[in-house]
């Protein structure tokens, strides 16, 4: 597998870049949901709708997280785009043996206080208007396997235009530890995230 490293110029480059192209395509930019620090790492899980997922995280990160930015790709995909492991991805290749490298490897970086990981459960791009969500199963091993005091924080991504001509982006977040999703709870709780969210926006923009 290949391995997550943090360039001195090309990590700084991209969190500079992310700042720069989100005020120069979006209206605005909304964080709804409450967020409280332990210190301890953060296992980040979100919906995986555009090209634009990876910005609107490491925004996230850069005005709440405050960690170390790591993210998983599929090894195809870093290797064609490959100043990504300079800014923290690391790869998993599915129906390999090295998917266990891949899960033990992130895992390892959950365990440094530092560090945040994040995942596209459901593993490829769907659309907005999908809201059947299905895991990878990698991603409960990855839970019952780290920490119970790791924060677990669940991201639904949404966007809309209103009268703009650029869109309106709002990231919702809610936090669990790892010790709450444990035993095949994951994506159940994901799911009744997610819901609450659309709930919770069509009444916020209506």
């Not at 980040?44 to 850069?62: K, V």
């Not at 593993?123 to 409960?140: A, D, P, R, W």
């Not at 924080?153 to 530890?177: Q, R, T």
Request: charge should be positive.
């Amino acid at each position: 597998m290949i391995r997550a490293k943090h360039h001195i110029v090309i990590y700084p480059l991209f969190k500079w870049l992310t700042g720069f192209l989100l005020r120069r395509n979006f209206n605005s930019i909304h964080i709804e949901g409450s967020y409280h620090d332990n210190k301890n790492p953060i296992l980040l899980i979100a919906n995986h709708i555009s090209w634009w997922d990876g910005f609107w995280i490491m925004y996230l990160n850069l005005k709440i997280l405050h960690r170390k930015f790591h993210f998983m790709m599929l090894e195809q995909q870093l290797k064609k785009h490959w100043y990504f492991q300079y800014s923290g991805a690391y790869s998993v290749k599915k129906k390999s043996r090295s998917i266990i490298q891949s899960l033990r490897y992130t895992n390892k970086l959950l365990q440094d206080s530092h560090n945040m990981v994040f995942l596209f459960p459901q593993g490829k791009i769907h659309s907005l208007y999908n809201n059947s969500i299905k895991f990878e199963k990698g991603v409960q091993k990855i839970i019952d396997h780290t920490m119970d005091e790791v924060q677990i924080v669940y991201v639904a991504n949404l966007i809309d235009y209103f009268s703009h001509s650029k869109p309106n982006l709002f990231i919702y977040i809610e936090a669990y530890l790892a010790k709450d999703l444990k035993g095949n709870l994951a994506e159940a709780k994901y799911k009744r995230f997610f819901d609450g969210v659309l709930c919770q926006h069509k009444i916020k923009t209506s």
